[in-house]
Protein backbone atom coordinates (compact mmCIF):
# COMPACT_ATOMS: atom_id res chain seq x y z
CA UNK A 1 0.00 0.00 0.00
CA UNK A 2 1.40 3.54 -1.12
CA UNK A 3 0.04 6.64 0.73
CA UNK A 4 0.03 9.75 -1.25
CA UNK A 5 -0.30 13.78 0.30
CA UNK A 6 0.02 16.89 -2.26
CA UNK A 7 0.19 19.77 -0.62
CA UNK A 8 1.21 23.27 -1.88
CA UNK A 9 -1.90 24.50 -3.16
CA UNK A 10 -3.76 27.99 -3.27
CA UNK A 11 -4.86 30.72 -4.53
CA UNK A 12 -2.54 32.88 -6.89
CA UNK A 13 -2.99 35.92 -9.32
CA UNK A 14 -2.50 34.96 -13.44
CA UNK A 15 1.40 34.93 -13.90
CA UNK A 16 2.27 33.35 -10.51
CA UNK A 17 4.39 30.26 -9.20
CA UNK A 18 3.12 27.68 -7.00
CA UNK A 19 5.24 24.70 -5.99
CA UNK A 20 3.28 21.24 -5.18
CA UNK A 21 4.73 18.96 -3.29
CA UNK A 22 3.80 14.97 -2.93
CA UNK A 23 4.59 12.81 0.18
CA UNK A 24 5.15 9.20 -0.46
CA UNK A 25 4.80 6.63 2.21
CA UNK A 26 6.83 3.21 1.55
CA UNK A 27 10.65 2.37 1.47
CA UNK A 28 10.65 2.03 -2.82
CA UNK A 29 9.81 5.33 -3.85
CA UNK A 30 12.16 5.45 -6.15
CA UNK A 31 10.83 2.35 -7.87
CA UNK A 32 7.79 4.38 -8.38
CA UNK A 33 7.02 5.89 -11.85
CA UNK A 34 5.37 8.78 -10.60
CA UNK A 35 2.77 11.73 -12.17
CA UNK A 36 0.86 14.50 -11.71
CA UNK A 37 -2.71 15.17 -13.05
CA UNK A 38 -5.58 17.69 -12.35
CA UNK A 39 -9.08 17.94 -12.98
CA UNK A 40 -11.03 21.39 -13.44
CA UNK A 41 -15.12 21.57 -12.69
CA UNK A 42 -16.97 19.66 -14.99
CA UNK A 43 -14.33 18.51 -16.89
CA UNK A 44 -13.11 15.12 -16.73
CA UNK A 45 -8.73 14.68 -15.09
CA UNK A 46 -6.50 15.19 -17.50
CA UNK A 47 -2.59 14.49 -17.53
CA UNK A 48 -0.06 17.13 -16.73
CA UNK A 49 3.23 15.49 -15.89
CA UNK A 50 4.91 12.39 -15.32
CA UNK A 51 8.56 11.11 -14.19
CA UNK A 52 10.04 7.91 -15.05
CA UNK A 53 11.55 5.62 -11.99
CA UNK A 54 15.21 6.37 -10.44
CA UNK A 55 16.81 9.73 -10.05
CA UNK A 56 16.95 12.21 -13.16
CA UNK A 57 14.15 9.67 -14.69
CA UNK A 58 13.19 10.99 -18.28
CA UNK A 59 10.14 13.25 -17.92
CA UNK A 60 6.95 13.88 -19.76
CA UNK A 61 4.47 16.84 -19.93
CA UNK A 62 0.95 18.00 -21.18
CA UNK A 63 1.22 20.36 -24.58
CA UNK A 64 -0.81 23.08 -22.24
CA UNK A 65 2.33 23.00 -20.02
CA UNK A 66 5.44 22.26 -21.44
CA UNK A 67 7.55 25.12 -20.58
CA UNK A 68 5.83 26.23 -17.94
CA UNK A 69 5.79 23.52 -15.36
CA UNK A 70 8.88 21.14 -14.14
CA UNK A 71 8.08 17.96 -12.35
CA UNK A 72 10.96 16.35 -10.61
CA UNK A 73 11.64 14.18 -7.73
CA UNK A 74 13.75 13.39 -4.78
CA UNK A 75 14.03 10.22 -3.28
CA UNK A 76 16.05 10.29 -0.50
CA UNK A 77 12.91 12.70 0.69
CA UNK A 78 10.19 10.46 -0.69
CA UNK A 79 8.73 13.37 -2.10
CA UNK A 80 7.30 14.69 -5.93
CA UNK A 81 7.61 18.22 -7.35
CA UNK A 82 5.59 19.77 -9.39
CA UNK A 83 7.15 23.65 -10.38
CA UNK A 84 4.22 25.58 -11.81
CA UNK A 85 5.07 28.86 -13.27
CA UNK A 86 3.59 31.45 -15.84
CA UNK A 87 0.18 30.21 -14.29
CA UNK A 88 -3.02 31.19 -16.37
CA UNK A 89 -6.71 31.19 -15.37
CA UNK A 90 -7.30 27.64 -17.31
CA UNK A 91 -4.77 25.80 -15.02
CA UNK A 92 -7.26 26.16 -12.07
CA UNK A 93 -8.05 22.50 -10.67
CA UNK A 94 -7.54 20.06 -8.32
CA UNK A 95 -4.12 18.55 -8.75
CA UNK A 96 -3.53 14.93 -7.77
CA UNK A 97 0.07 13.03 -7.73
CA UNK A 98 -0.23 9.06 -8.86
CA UNK A 99 2.55 6.06 -8.82
CA UNK A 100 2.91 3.47 -11.01
CA UNK A 101 3.81 0.49 -8.82
CA UNK A 102 4.22 -1.79 -11.52
CA UNK A 103 3.31 -1.53 -15.45
CA UNK A 104 1.79 1.99 -16.79
CA UNK A 105 -1.38 1.91 -15.05
CA UNK A 106 -0.88 4.74 -12.27
CA UNK A 107 -2.10 2.05 -8.95
CA UNK A 108 -2.37 4.90 -6.25
CA UNK A 109 -3.34 8.07 -5.82
CA UNK A 110 -3.62 11.60 -3.19
CA UNK A 111 -6.78 13.08 -2.13
CA UNK A 112 -5.97 16.15 -4.51
CA UNK A 113 -4.69 19.69 -3.51
CA UNK A 114 -6.59 22.91 -4.99
CA UNK A 115 -5.08 25.44 -7.27
CA UNK A 116 -7.12 28.93 -8.12
CA UNK A 117 -5.73 31.05 -10.76
CA UNK A 118 -7.26 34.39 -10.67
CA UNK A 119 -7.48 36.30 -13.74
Known amino acids: QVQLVESGGGLVQAGGSLRLSCAAS????????MGWFRQAPGKEREFVASINRWTGGRTYYADSVKGRFTISRDNAKNTLYLQMNSLKPEDTAVYYC???????????WGQGTQVTVSS
Open 98 to 108: AAQVAGTKYDY
Open 26 to 33: GRTFSRYG
